[in-house]
């Protein structure tokens, strides 16, 4: 993956003396708030003012958030939108009013968060607009309500980042240490996990390291370090180092007594249950073309056309990647940050590949971290036959991409395993 050699606050290591400050973006004059349900009430009606704080939906689907104004305004239309993690989605066009003195939010008593279970929990932090669903994090509070009939024995937060150049994750735990821990506790405490682990890069430098080493020791989590061999990060494999268990991919790690989540999201739970709803998300750039990086506070709802403004990196033959660079998951540049990936990668314009014929190397295959067979699933996708793809262990992959990273004859491994999903 490319590498960062300079980062916004003129740091050059890739693990320099002090982790990136996360100044805040201002507020654009519009945020387009993801409704996380189809439902709605009628505080969705165009021209409804709304606060800082506020739930924008009366009865949202049990599976999902409450989606919570981030600023003081007017509402808008529902229109359908691209999240940074590519899924789409309905949301709310909120007309952010400047003039306005921005509301705080009532916080919830000391006494009512640590005595309630539970179902309690899940409705505080739905209420808050706590959620997060990508590739790190899987869908959190699926995760939470899967645990209500499931015994959860293992809570785990990941400090981990697939690319190195863009420590996002590190750089949270580091920064925002007692939120995260305190985040990542208070999901042990409320699913009544026994074990509390705290996952971090076995190669961590000391300056990043005593801040969340304080933290987790405090909250009582158990650090562990890994060597971050991509992708380590990746939930199917993160949950298998950690308990030896085995976790189909794209199934909760609930299913197997396991609730993962990243330093983003355990933070947004930290600031929860001090009464802060999640309006705003820690977001990370990557300029590939000028080898920097940027660490923002984004408010919830912004498009990255919005951020992209103050980096000058509006050109229309620049390519947008969310999450891990090798799932090359393209964006365009309307997509909005919510739970979605926090990661954004900015490459310039690719050469046109053409792709050679296999030359049966089996690079593919010993590069696989879940050991299938991509050149085979390639196959399959050509011949249309779901049989041989399931033979050639489709079923196991994680879309990381590196069997099209690796491959000489630059196949399209990585598109024919998503081509045969949507069969």
Not at 21 to 43: C, H, Q, V, Y
Not at 94 to 116: C, M, Y
Not at 166 to 192: C, Q, S, Y
Not at 319 to 333: H, K, T, V
């Amino acid at each position: 993956m490319p590498e960062s050699d300079e980062r916004s606050n003129g740091a050059a290591a890739l693990w320099p003396d002090q982790p990136p400050e996360f100044p805040k973006l201002p507020l654009p004059d519009r945020l387009l708030i993801p409704l996380g349900s189809e439902t709605g009430g009628a505080k969705t009606s165009p021209g409804t003012t709304v606060h800082r704080g506020q739930v924008l939906l009366k009865y949202p689907s049990e599976s999902s958030h409450f989606p919570v104004a981030p600023a003081d305004g007017t509402l808008g239309e529902v229109r359908l939108i691209r999240l940074t993690s590519g899924h789409p989605a309905s949301a709310v066009e909120l007309i952010v009013d400047h003039l306005a003195p921005q509301h705080e939010t009532a916080g919830f008593e000391d006494s009512e968060t640590r005595e309630s279970g539970l179902v309690r929990w899940i409705e505080r932090l739905r209420r808050a607009g706590v959620w997060a669903s990508r590739q790190a994090s899987p869908d959190l509070i699926g995760q939470l309500n899967h645990a209500v009939s499931r015994p959860i024995d293992t809570v785990v937060c990941t400090a981990l980042d697939s690319d190195v150049s863009l420590r996002l994750n590190g750089a949270i735990a580091a920064r925002f240490g007692d939120r995260v821990a305190e985040g990542a506790a208070l999901l042990a405490r409320i699913t009544g996990a026994r074990r509390r682990v705290l996952a971090v890069e076995a190669e961590a430098k000391s300056p990043w390291a005593a801040p969340w080493t304080v933290a987790a020791r405090a909250a009582s989590l158990e650090i562990v370090e890994l060597s971050n061999d991509y992708p380590q990060s990746d939930p199917t494999l993160m949950l298998y180092s950690l308990t030896g268990r085995r976790l189909r991919p794209g199934r909760l790690p609930t299913t197997q007594g396991v609730l993962i989540v990243d330093a983003a999201t355990a933070w947004a739970v930290g600031q929860a249950a001090h009464a802060t709803p999640m309006i705003t998300c820690l977001v990370a750039i990557h300029d590939h073309l000028r080898r920097r990086s940027y660490f923002l506070e984004v408010p919830l709802g912004t498009s990255l056309d919005y951020v992209f403004q103050h980096f000058s990196l509006q050109d229309e033959a620049l390519i947008f990647r969310g999450g891990d660079l090798l799932r090359d998951q393209r964006l365009r540049s309307d997509a909005v940050i919510a739970g979605g990936e926090l990661t954004i990668h900015v490459t310039g314009a690719e050469r046109v590949v053409i792709p050679e014929p296999c030359i049966r190397c089996a690079w593919c295959v010993e590069a696989c971290p879940t050991l299938l067979n991509p050149a085979g699933v390639l196959d399959a996708s050509q011949r249309r036959d779901a049989h041989l793809a399931q033979r050639s262990g489709i079923a196991a992959c994680i879309e990381c991409g590196i069997c099209s990273h690796v491959c000489p004859s630059q196949l399209p491994l990585l598109e024919a395993v998503r081509e045969v999903r949507q069969w």
